[in-house]
């Protein structure tokens, strides 16, 4: 079956530091690639996506290849804030099936 | 911004109680779910709608009950409240069609749930 199996958190930086946040997936064909972000009290916003292998999903700074090769989707920023910190999820949508699957969330704690 | 509302934001209610969450998008969409997220942030799939009439339990076992009679609208039902059931509720819904670019999820802001 489908799934999606995202770094443990919570990962703390410091402000400006460079961000990266692992995740991998199992699925068959070619699956939807995405990144949600909630951000305290919140539900969850995307925050970037990508549809096809090789494509770059970029968003606020944020960004994320869609890598077939290694079935993988890392996020990365160059430089985060402290406005970056909350929980980021990793999600899929296979070809052919409606229902998105989710990693477990990583959160992430940006000090000043 | 997403057009999906949840409401109330906050519930407060005492054991024995029957609420209802309601969840309401105005995007048309045919696709809705109902995700329970744990105090460690993981999200459960409970419910998940094709359309109208048409309603489908998730990987986690649930004693909500869900409705689908309109198209923009996928109450979420509790009979008897339980403090177990205390949590985080997320609503949420999707567009499908066959090789469409747009295939994101669009949540709602979540009614968060205590049972005392």
């Keep these: 079956g ?40 919140e539900g969850l916003q995307l925050l970037l996506k990508a549809t096809k292998a090789d494509d770059k999903g970029s968003n ?40 998105p699957t989710f990693g477990r969330g990583t959160s992430l704690i940006v000090h000043p | 911004e997403a057009d999906i509302y949840q409401t109330p934001r906050y519930l407060v209610i005492g054991t024995g109680k029957k609420i209802t969450l309601e969840c309401s998008q105005t995007m048309g969409h045919d696709k809705m779910y109902w995700y329970q997220q ?42 008897s409240a339980r403090p177990s059931h205390t949590s985080q509720y997320l609503c949420a819904s999707s567009e499908y069609s066959f090789g469409s670019m747009n295939t994101e999820a669009f949540f709602g802001q ?6 005392v």
């Design chain 1, 2 to 41: 489908n799934s999606v199996t995202q770094m443990e958190g919570p990962v703390t930086l410091s402000e400006e530091a460079f961000l990266t946040i692992n995740c991998t997936y199992t699925a068959t064909g070619y699956p939807s690639l995405f990144w949600y972000v909630q951000y305290p009290g």
């Design chain 1, 60 to 99: 606020k700074g944020f960004e994320a290849t869609y890598r077939k090769e290694t079935t993988s989707f890392h996020l990365e920023k160059g430089s985060v804030q402290v406005s970056d910190s909350a929980v980021y999820f990793c999600a899929l949508r296979r070809g052919g099936s409606y229902i």
């Design chain 2, 38 to 79: 744990d105090p460690g942030m993981e999200l459960h799939l409970i419910h998940y709608s094709y359309g109208v009439n048409s309603t489908e339990k998730g990987d986690l076992s649930s004693e909500s009950t869900v409705s689908r009679i309109r198209t923009e609208h996928f109450p979420l039902t509790l009979e």
């Design chain 2, 110 to 115: 979540g009614t968060r749930l205590t049972v």
